[in-house]
């Protein structure tokens, strides 16, 4: 995991919900000659019987209606994003879809839409609409699903019988004050950044999870980390209000696998020892913050466990 992966955050002009580039206060409905435009790599249809565009780019073109898209039923790639569409219906027709991009529109639910029927739909990204919930959203196949910058509160309905195949989920910058109803064992991905989030709850089902971002939240434990957790390697939680060493403790229920955490801007790192603190807890940690951990810090950190077994035993 890179610096870079660590330090992501947004801006105001990535979270907004007005987005300029789509230009004016003019809106269009979508024609045949956008669509010819916008249309590129030739493939073999499905059948094998013939040949069809199989991308089409309609990004940034002041869109408020698709009704003319319904008809590229062999469409497996589609970029709308940075448009003004609210209805998504039009979609239902294109079943082959496997790559779908509707970020910076002004999509508000997902009842009435039509993802339950694209069954074989494996990348979404529905980055800063105008999200409340998850109520209606279906992906069989889903194995990548991005809904950073809406406005979701609360996670409900992300069952494993519902969500298979999903691996890698973006929640960033949402309103979210827990991480309850996140059922998804096979999960390995999972970005919660510049949430709400006060309480960890719900993780004991993320079996498989081996990235946890938390970073920009207001969390002031480590409680709710789960022991099931069992391939946890990096775990996020810069920026939080962690005050004191006791809100660690709950890092040795993960800390065989854990390798990376980072703890910085936190109040607790103000300490001058709180990387000490952390070792006692995780030894097996390979990086705190931007730091890896040395040789003679996980020296200090083993004397300073068998200290503590030491005083916990009792003489005879």
Same mark, same amino acid.
């Given at each position: 995991m890179s610096d870079l992966d660590e330090d992501v955050v %947004?801006?105001?002009?990535d979270l907004g919900q007005e987005e300029t580039s789509? &230009?004016?206060?003019?809106?269009?409905?979508?024609?045949?000659?956008?669509?010819?435009?916008?249309?590129?790599?030739?493939?073999?249809? &499905?059948?094998? @019987?013939?040949? !069809? %565009?199989?991308?089409?780019d309609l990004k940034g073109k002041r869109l408020s209606n698709i009704a003319a898209i319904s008809n590229y039923v062999h469409l497996r790639f589609l970029d709308i994003s940075n448009n003004q569409l609210s209805d998504l219906s039009p979609l239902a027709s294109l079943t082959q879809l496997l790559w779908l991009k509707v970020d910076h529109n002004t999509v508000d639910c997902f009842k009435e839409q039509p993802f339950a029927k694209?069954? #074989?739909?494996?990348?979404?990204?529905?980055?800063?609409?105008?999200?409340? =919930?998850?109520?209606?959203?279906? &992906?069989p196949a889903l194995e990548n699903l991005n809904l950073t910058g809406n406005s979701i509160?609360?996670?409900?309905?992300?069952?494993?019988?519902? %969500? !298979?195949?999903?691996?890698?989920? +973006?929640?960033?910058?949402?309103? @979210? +004050?827990s991480t309850e109803g996140i059922n998804l064992p096979k999960l390995r991905l999972l970005y919660l950044a510049q949430n709400n989030i006060k309480r960890l709850e719900g993780l004991q089902k993320l079996e498989r999870l081996t990235t946890l971002?938390?970073?920009?939240?207001?969390?002031?434990?480590?409680? &709710?980390?789960?022991?099931?957790?069992?391939?946890?390697?990096?775990?996020?939680?810069?920026?939080? !209000?962690?005050? =004191? +060493?006791? !809100?660690?403790?709950?890092?040795?229920l993960v800390s065989k696998t854990l390798r990376v955490l980072v703890l910085s801007e936190n109040?607790?790192?103000?300490?001058?020892? #709180?990387?000490?603190?952390?070792l006692i807890v995780a030894p097996q940690l390979e990086r705190i913050d931007k730091d890896p951990v040395t040789p003679e810090e996980r020296t200090d950190a083993?004397?300073?466990?068998? +200290?503590?077994?030491? =005083?916990?035993?009792?003489?005879?």
């Open positions: %947004f801006s105001d002009d789509v &230009g004016g206060n003019e809106v269009c409905h979508l024609t045949q000659e956008t669509i010819s435009q916008g249309l590129s790599l030739l493939c073999r249809t &499905g059948n094998g @019987l013939g040949h !069809a %565009f199989i991308r089409l694209l069954i #074989y739909l494996q990348w979404l990204s529905m980055a800063v609409n105008r999200l409340t =919930d998850l109520d209606g959203l279906a &992906g509160k609360k996670v409900i309905g992300l069952q494993d019988s519902c %969500f !298979a195949n999903l691996v890698i989920l +973006e929640l960033r910058g949402n309103h @979210l +004050e971002h938390l970073r920009d939240n207001q969390l002031n434990s480590l409680d &709710g980390l789960n022991p099931n957790m069992k391939c946890l390697q990096y775990l996020n939680v810069r920026g939080n !209000a962690i005050m =004191d +060493e006791n !809100a660690l403790q709950w890092l040795e109040p607790l790192v103000e300490t001058t020892d #709180y990387r000490l603190s952390v083993w004397e300073r466990i068998r +200290e503590l077994k030491q =005083d916990e035993t009792p003489e005879p």
